[in-house]
């Protein structure tokens, strides 16, 4: 049997940030980092090229090394008030101070130098002008890495950690269960590329299997009587409009951070993942569930003539409800079911009216659908009337501070759905119940987005290294 001082599950920018720690403080440490999908140089999505899913599998945009980060849009939140809730396991001043460590390992990898978010005038005004329409502008300088230089970023992050003595990356490999010897985690049952089992001991595990992984997370916890907490499902559409309509907010902010209450339920919506120049796009979860998502570029060449960004209702449950994957599965699905598997789309105008966007309106709008394969349909046969509402009177009062949002023309594609789990329950240390087990990341509901996910993977790192002292 193999064995190593560490192993972590999942290649994300939580599990990358745990080994890029552990080898910088603890250099000695053996680590084993597996995870379900392709080395980097061998990740491809061909609906970049085709504009078509094919349907890889696993899927060359969820699994991989940096999982979904490699193609995403690259932007790194640099306040703690925005992408997880780390400011729960840490104080507000120690969170800073990881997210400013995290950030110039980011820097020094090659991220680019520019932070969007910091003209205090223009931001201030802003905000102004958003607080006399009830809506709150979260204030997150924001450094834009775009699609091609996360991609680059990570793998120079790849690259460096293969030259380290110690360290060891399996790709396509799949995390099957723990193993549990007298209360202690002892170690992890793999599954290799071919099918090949085999179980390695390890001194640590951690759980950092990101978004795609989640459910995997949830029966680790279910398995071994890990305590969970509900988190909020997010549900809602992505939003695409000419780029005037948001140029005056992105021109500052890169990524206009904006949440209503709305006026007849009083859900919460927000605004997330803000593409300026961008790129609707489509990805697969496990199961062929098609969800809506976004990216951008940073170089002006690559730049569409439209902004696109999520616009999501967050709905927290209470028991006995316990599902919320499920639950955003379910809806995606309905989605996916009118479309014959595909992402739809509807124009603002013809939803208000009651009607199906048909192929012929969708010619007719002035506004260009970048996702070539949307298909045209009717948001109302998808999303619940509660969310349906609540969007709509979210984007009536985003108009105020964003004139054209409100238009017949604004495309809505749904369904997007972020899947945050079950929350794991963990201590300061992001340790579980079980000893030698971490759960960090966006898998365990504790963070959701690159920033804080990388802040969970340096905490656990220095923590097994002043373990070894």
């Known amino acids: 049997m193999e064995s190593y001082d560490v192993v972590i599950v999942g290649a994300g920018p939580a599990g990358i940030f745990t080994a890029l720690e552990l080898k910088e403080t603890a250099p000695s440490l053996t680590v084993l980092l597996v995870d379900a ?52 396991y840490m104080s507000r001043e120690k969170a800073r101070e990881l997210i400013h460590y995290a950030d110039a390992v980011y820097t020094r990898f090659g991220a680019p ?31 834009h890495m775009g699609t091609e230089y996360s991609f680059e970023t990570l793998r120079n992050m790849y690259q460096w950690l293969q030259q380290q003595e110690g360290f060891t990356f399996r790709e396509l490999t799949h995390a099957d269960s723990l193993v549990v010897e007298n209360g202690r985690v002892t170690g992890v049952r793999l599954t290799g590329r071919g099918g090949e089992t ?4 390890a001194g640590a595990v951690v759980a950092a299997p990101g978004r795609g992984g989640a459910a995997w997370l949830s029966g680790v916890a279910k ?44 859900n919460k919506v927000r605004t997330f993942c803000m593409n300026p120049g961008g790129i609707v796009s489509e990805e697969h979860y496990d199961g062929g569930i098609a969800v809506v998502n976004g990216h951008s570029y940073a170089e002006k060449e690559r730049r569409t003539g439209n902004t696109n960004f999520a616009m999501l209702v967050s709905s927290r449950f209470t028991e006995p409800f316990d599902r919320p994957i499920e639950y955003g599965k379910y809806i995606a699905q309905l989605g996916n079911m009118l479309t014959g598997g595909g992402i739809m789309v509807q124009r603002l105008g013809d939803l208000l009216q009651g009607r ?38 979210a984007l009536r009062a985003f108009d105020h501070v964003a004139p ?33 087990l971490y759960a960090i990341g966006d898998g365990a509901g504790i963070t959701r987005g690159l920033m804080q996910a990388s802040v969970t993977g340096v905490a656990v790192a220095r923590d097994i290294a002043k373990g070894t002292r």
Request: negative net charge; contains cysteine; glycine residues 8%.
């Open 37 to 88: 999908g392709p080395g980097i140089d061998r990740r491809a999505c061909p609906s970049r090229q085709t504009g078509r899913c094919v349907h890889c599998k696993p899927c060359n945009i969820m699994s991989g090394w940096a999982g979904a980060g490699a193609f995403s849009d690259g932007k790194l939140s640099l306040s703690e008030e925005v992408g997880g809730n780390i400011i729960e």
């Open 113 to 143: 130098e520019q932070v969007h978010g910091l003209n205090d005038k223009k931001v201030e005004e802003i905000d102004y002008e958003c607080s006399r329409h009830n809506i709150h502008l979260i204030h997150c300088p924001v450094r």
């Open 198 to 201: 085999e179980t390695v001991a």
């Open 223 to 266: 398995e071994n009587g890990l305590d969970t907490r509900n988190n909020e499902v997010d549900i809602g559409v992505r939003v695409e409009v000419p780029n005037a309509v948001m140029d005056h907010l992105t021109q500052y902010l890169y990524e206009a951070k904006m949440v209503y209450y709305s006026d007849t339920f009083e």
């Open 356 to 393: 199906r966007t048909d192929t012929d309106r969708l010619n007719r709008s002035t506004t260009i659908p970048t996702l070539k394969t949307a298909v045209p349909g009717d948001l109302s046969f998808v999303l619940p009337h509660r969310h349906l509402t609540s969007i709509i009177e």
């Open 404 to 436: 054209g949002m409100y238009s017949k023309n604004t495309l809505l594609y749904g369904v997007e759905v972020k899947f945050y789990s079950s929350k794991i329950e963990v201590d300061e240390r992001f340790m579980t119940r079980l000893p030698g």
